[in-house]
């Protein structure tokens, strides 16, 4: 199984950009899908984007669509979560999770392995 750790996370204002990064070990993250999600206090697990193996197809949430922007480097075994026009709404818990399957789904119970999470906060 893969091990994931995110990183890059932080304090940033409203309007600012932070760029996320997962990397893998154990095994090479190009034999998975990856997917972001996060968590906010109080709130569900949501999806946030995803990202097909070779990187030529992803998907995004309605809330970060435009803002959001999701890349791999396969040859790091990285992916990575550029945020920009960041929102309060945007802060979270934010994860990487890597699934085995073929096509690049939303729902979380698919992805099979997570990292430890990363604290995004937002301030107004």
């Known amino acids: 199984q893969v091990q994931l750790v995110e990183s890059g996370g932080g304090l940033v204002q409203a309007g600012g950009s932070l760029r996320l990064s997962c990397a893998a070990s154990?095994?090479?993250?190009?034999?998975?899908?990856v997917g972001w999600f996060r968590q906010a206090p109080g709130k569900e697990r949501e999806f946030v984007a995803a990202?097909?193996?070779?990187?030529?197809?992803?998907r995004f949430a309605d809330s970060v669509k435009g803002r959001f922007t999701i890349s791999r480097d396969n040859a790091k075994n990285t992916v990575y979560l550029q945020m920009n026009s960041l929102k309060p709404e945007d802060t979270a818990v934010y994860y990487c999770?890597?699934?085995?399957?073929?096509?690049?789904?939303?729902?979380?119970?698919?992805?099979?392995?997570w990292g430890q999470g990363t604290q995004v906060t937002v301030s107004s």
């Open positions: 999770a890597a699934d085995r399957g073929l096509v690049v789904v939303t729902n979380l119970d698919r992805y099979d392995s």
């Open positions: 154990g095994r090479t993250i190009n034999g998975y899908i």
């Open positions: 990202i097909n193996r070779s990187g030529s197809n992803t």
